[in-house]
C-alpha cells in the first residue's frame, strides 16, 4: 500500500493502510495537547473533523490511540507508539520545510498545507518524467494529477518541476519533497514493527490517585521498579483529595489510591487493602524551641502548624488530640499535600507539623528535623491501597500490585 493511500474504508480493527498527513497530525496534535478541543483549534478544524480523522487512523492501524479522562485525551501504550512516530513525521515536515527556497514575505507552514497526494503526485512526476506516466503509475488520470500539482504551487508558491524535450526535469525542492516522502514512507512503514513489539508484553495505563503524605516514596519506588520491568507500561500519579479521588475511581480514570485507609469509613464498593503502618508525628526544625518544651499543651496551640486538609485522617487526628487536652486546635494553619513542600516549609520557618511517617521515614528525615516529643497518644495509620472492589485488574495493574507490595516488605520489613 503507497503513503497515504487512503483505500477503501476497512473494518475498525483491521490494520493495512497507512495513514495520510492530516491524519498524522491530527494524531500528533491530540497527544501534544492531551485535548481533542485544543488540538482541533491548533489545526483550525472542527472537532467532529478531528475526531474522524482519529478515528480513521485508529481503523487503519487497528488499534485504540486515546482514552478519554478527567484531565483530557490521554494516549494508550499504542497512542504512545504512535504518538512518536507521527512527531518523527512532522519533524520531518518542518525540516523540508526550512530547506525550501521560499519567496519573501512569512514561510508557509507546510504542514498545514501539504497533503499526502501532493507528496505522492512529486515522487512518481520525478520518477517517470511526465505527468501521464505519473498518473499511470498512481492509478488515476492525468487531470486529478495535474490538479494537485498545481494546487501545491497555488499553496506554497514553489516551482517544482521545469519542462524540457526530455520530459519533466525535477527541480531542487522538488527532490527535497521526494526526499521528505521517502522519509515518511520508510516510519510509516516502521510502524507495525514498533506496535508488534507491545505483543506478547505487559501493556496499558497505570493511573495511582496519591493521597496527602502518606505512602509517597513508596509509590515513586514502584514506578521505578515498574519502568524497568515493564517499560511499555504507561504510569500516571495524580495526587488529590480523597473525594476528589474516589469519584475519579468510580469513573475509572484512576484505578488505584493509595494512602491512609479509612476503614469503616470506607465508602461503598470499594475495596481496602493495607500494606503497613505508619504512625502520626509532629516534625520540627531541630533549634525549634519546643523540642524542648512540647510537653507544654498551650505552647503546642499557640504556634503555627502545617497539617493536611480538613476531611483527611491527618486533620482529624490533629483536631482530636487538641480536643482531649481540653484546648481548641490551632486555627492559623498551613495546608499542604506532599512531604517535600511540608518539610522544606519547615525547614524555612517557625512551623511545626503534623505528619504520617513510618519508623523507617523518622530515620530518613532531613538533617534540619526532627521529631519533636509531645504529649499526644501514639496513634498508628494505616497505609493501604484502594480499588473498585467490581474491578477485576488487568495485567498492568497487577502488576503494579504486586511491585508496591514487594517494595513495602523491602523498605518497610515491619510491616
Known amino acids: 500500500m503507497r503513503f497515504g493511500d487512503s483505500g477503501r474504508s476497512r473494518e475498525p480493527g483491521m490494520a493495512g493502510s497507512e495513514l495520510d498527513l492530516r491524519e498524522v497530525r491530527a494524531v500528533a496534535e491530540v497527544a501534544r495537547a492531551r485535548s481533542f478541543k485544543a488540538a482541533a483549534e491548533a489545526m483550525h478544524a472542527s472537532q467532529p473533523t478531528l475526531s474522524r480523522l482519529v478515528a480513521s487512523a485508529e481503523a487503519k492501524l487497528g488499534v485504540t490511540l486515546f482514552a478519554r479522562g478527567w484531565e483530557g485525551a490521554d494516549t494508550t501504550q499504542e497512542g504512545d507508539v504512535v504518538a512518536r512516530s507521527c512527531g518523527a513525521i512532522l519533524a520531518a515536515v518542518d525540516a523540508a520545510e526550512q530547506a525550501l527556497p521560499f519567496g519573501g514575505g512569512p514561510r508557509p507552514r507546510l504542514r498545514a498545507g501539504l497533503t499526502s497526494d501532493h507528496l505522492r503526485a512529486i515522487d512518481a512526476l520525478i520518477r517517470e518524467g511526465s505527468v501521464t506516466l505519473a498518473a499511470r503509475r498512481l492509478g488515476r488520470s492525468q487531470p486529478e494529477v495535474s490538479r494537485t500539482l498545481s494546487d501545491f504551487s497555488r499553496r506554497f508558491g514553489l516551482v517544482l518541476f521545469q519542462r524540457a524535450p526530455s520530459g519533466m526535469v525535477a527541480l531542487e525542492p522538488a527532490r527535497t519533497l521526494a526526499r521528505l ?16 513489539r507491545l505483543e506478547g508484553q505487559v501493556v496499558g495505563r497505570v493511573a495511582v490517585g496519591m493521597l496527602p503524605f502518606s505512602g509517597q516514596d513508596l509509590i515513586m519506588k514502584a514506578f521505578a521498579e515498574m519502568t524497568n520491568r515493564h517499560p511499555n507500561v504507561r504510569l500516571a500519579l495524580l495526587p488529590g483529595s480523597y473525594n476528589s479521588l474516589v469519584e475519579a475511581l468510580r469513573r475509572r480514570e484512576i484505578d488505584r489510591i493509595v494512602g491512609i485507609l479509612r476503614q469503616e469509613a470506607c465508602p461503598t464498593g470499594l475495596l481496602e487493602t493495607r500494606l503497613y503502618d505508619e504512625r502520626f508525628a509532629v516534625v520540627a526544625r531541630r533549634d525549634h524551641p519546643l523540642q524542648t518544651r512540647a510537653a507544654d499543651p498551650r505552647a503546642l496551640a499557640a504556634t503555627n502548624w502545617i497539617v493536611a486538609p480538613h476531611g483527611t485522617p491527618i486533620r482529624s487526628h490533629f483536631e482530636r488530640v487538641f480536643l482531649d487536652l481540653n484546648l481548641t486546635p490551632p486555627t492559623q494553619t498551613c495546608e499542604l499535600l506532599t512531604f517535600g513542600s511540608a518539610e522544606q516549609m519547615l525547614v524555612d520557618s517557625h512551623s511545626v507539623a503534623m505528619l504520617t511517617y513510618s519508623d523507617r521515614r523518622l530515620r530518613l528525615l532531613r538533617p534540619e528535623l526532627g521529631e519533636v516529643p509531645v504529649p499526644f497518644p501514639r496513634r498508628r ?9 467490581s474491578a477485576e485488574p488487568d495485567a498492568a495493574t497487577a502488576a503494579f500490585d504486586g511491585i508496591l507490595a514487594e517494595i513495602v516488605v523491602r523498605f518497610e520489613p515491619g510491616a
Not at 495509620?381 to 472492589?389: D, N
Open 181 to 196: 516522502h521517502g522519509t515518511i514512507t520508510f516510519l510509516l512503514a516502521q510502524l507495525p514493527q514498533h506496535l508488534a
Open 381 to 389: 495509620a494505616p497505609i493501604g491501597v484502594t480499588r473498585l472492589a
